[in-house]
């Protein structure tokens, strides 16, 4: 496992070290500069040091010292007076002024001069004053180079009190109950921590929201169902105590009719769990103008039987982004609601048209509708409009899911859902994509 711990005191390490490197080698590279200067300036003072006298005179009396300094000295005829280290792989000759000489023992500063009579050349090795460079930057950076591993504590420590707060976060939540859904606090802590704690917040809300969601919607599906089922329970009852075979059939039919009603209402409610706004969908081309067909050719018959003219009034060739089956239910729940709130002798018309480059469904009926004031609210879960004396005539009981779950399929599917008035006074719905 990752730490970001020992991450954060490689790297600041790896930059210390690197910042010590580069220091180190300016610093080497500063003190050569100035060794150049100090030595270049010894080799001048020292041949200006020579007297201009003969130099029989002087061969005895001087002494170039230790440092490395190799001294030559040619008289007016060019002939070698003097050579201090005659094994030094010098070039026998003279040039006036600095020079750098490579030879095979390495490179020499070398400096030649008029003294007098006689032509004085001064060398010195190259790697002396390199060595010196290199002692002025070590001595430089070895303090801090000493003092590596404090440092290497230092940072391992500031760190760790750095992430002393996801520490606590982290305490926090692993010490949570499973519904104990409430914001963490984010006083008092850093400004990188905060955007995490408030992420976190929105995400336990999002939970918090959805377990509510949850419980109300498993509350108000065991509310609905407990009637159905009652029933079911009370005409199964009938059944039983049927003394003759004409009592037992009206019994059965309605047994069977409340069977119907109790199948329907869990089909809506499972359609309805399942179209979750943000759940995931497969998203692939669509044909709207054969689905849409479909689904009017399945609810023909059902039309047919309750006595209603359903018919497509326009459809043209249309292709969306989506699931197929989820919108088959969709329009399905549409159609349902269109034929069964439609009185006999009344009509649905459903049409397909492209608008701007967007798909539009459109269905419409001749049924009581929906007043203004109430087309939000049934969107909502078992939600039923009020009577009224055009609803009253359609006589339907239903179970106030289908435009909830027509709602969240829009949702899921980015389409638009709304309610309007039809040209015949009745419910006009339609879907834009």
Not at 25 to 50: G, K, P, S, T, V
Not at 102 to 115: F, K, L, N
Not at 200 to 205: H, I, K, R, T, Y
Not at 402 to 409: D, E, F, M, P
Request: with cysteine; net charge neutral.
């Amino acid at each position: 496992m990752r730490s970001i711990r020992r991450q954060l005191l490689f790297w600041l390490l790896a930059i210390v070290l690197l910042g010590l490197g580069i220091a180190g080698w300016l610093i080497y590279r500063q003190a050569l500069a100035e060794a150049n200067e100090l030595f270049d300036y010894q080799l001048q003072e020292i041949a200006a040091a020579l007297p201009a006298e003969p130099f029989s005179q002087i061969l005895t009396s001087r002494d170039t010292g230790d440092e490395g300094i190799v001294l030559q000295i040619w008289n007016r005829n060019g002939v070698l007076m003097y050579y201090s280290h005659p094994r030094a792989p010098l070039a026998p000759r003279a040039e006036i002024g600095f020079s750098t000489e490579h030879t095979d023992r390495g490179a020499w500063r070398v400096y030649g001069a008029i003294v007098g009579d006689n032509v004085v050349q001064l060398a010195q090795p190259v790697s002396v004053r390199n060595r010196l460079a290199a002692n002025v930057a070590l001595r430089t950076l070895w303090p801090l180079i000493v003092l590596l591993p404090l440092l290497g504590v230092a940072v391992w420590g500031v760190v760790g009190r750095g992430l002393a707060p996801l520490r606590r976060v982290a305490g926090a939540l692993d010490t949570r109950h499973p519904e104990a859904l409430e914001p963490l606090p984010d006083a008092r802590l850093p400004l990188e921590v905060q955007p995490l704690v408030r992420a976190l917040n929105a995400l336990l809300a999002r939970l918090a929201t959805a377990l509510d969601t949850q419980k109300a919607f498993v509350a108000d599906a065991a509310h609905e169902l407990r009637t159905p089922l009652a029933a079911v329970q009370i005409q199964s009852q009938l059944v039983a105590r049927a003394r003759d075979d004409a009592t037992r059939g009206e019994a059965l039919a309605d047994l069977q009719a409340g069977v119907t009603r109790a199948t329907r209402l869990a089909e809506q409610l499972l359609a309805l769990a399942r179209a979750e706004p943000d759940g995931p969908v497969s998203a692939k081309a669509i044909d709207l103008h054969a689905l849409l067909d479909e689904c009017v050719a399945a609810y023909a018959p059902l039309a047919q039987q309750r006595n209603v003219d359903l018919g497509i009034e326009g459809s043209e060739p249309a292709t969306v982004i989506g699931d197929g089956q989820t919108l088959r239910v969709m329009l399905n729940n549409l159609l349902d609601n269109a034929t069964k709130y439609t009185p006999a002798g009344g009509r649905v018309d459903v049409s397909l048209a492209v608008e701007a480059g967007h798909p539009v469904v459109r269905i419409a009926d001749s049924g009581p509708g929906i007043p203004p004031e109430e087309r939000e609210r049934v969107f909502d879960r078992f939600y039923r409009v009020g009577s009224g004396a055009m609803r009253e005539r359609t006589d339907v009981a239903g179970s106030g899911l289908g435009l909830a779950i027509v709602k969240r399929i829009a949702l899921q599917q980015r389409a638009q859902v709304e309610l309007g008035e039809s040209a015949s006074g009745g419910l006009l719905v339609s879907v834009r994509f």
